[in-house]
């Protein structure tokens, strides 16, 4: 018998999101749709969100949810409030 754990299942997505994704201070707009089940991560959201937006992981980008702010802080512009990884 193996010894090898069984990869753990995920709960299959209960709901999905659909989400209007624009870019600030960018005339003209900027903007994708996209659809994400209740199952994505910030982590996995910034992924699709790259892809949506063509883009290669070298932009900077932040989530703020209820007053927190989430992403990688940037040395060269430092915020009042922390950002939290």
């Known amino acids: 018998m193996s010894t090898a754990k069984k990869a753990a299942r995920k709960a ?3 709901l999905i999101y659909q989400l209007r994704v624009s870019l600030n201070e960018i005339e003209p707009e900027v903007w994708r ?4 089940a209740d199952t994505v991560n910030l982590a996995k959201l910034d992924r699709v969100i790259q892809a949506a ?3 290669t992981n070298s932009h900077l980008h932040e989530f703020t949810i209820d007053a927190r702010t989430y992403g990688v802080p940037d040395p060269d512009w430092p915020s009042a409030a922390p ?3």
Do not use: H, N
């Not at 749709?33 to 994400?36: A, C, E, I, N, S």
């Open 33 to 36: 749709r996209l659809w994400v």
């Open 12 to 14: 299959p997505p209960q």
């Open 83 to 85: 950002v939290l990884k």
């Open 53 to 55: 937006m063509g883009w």
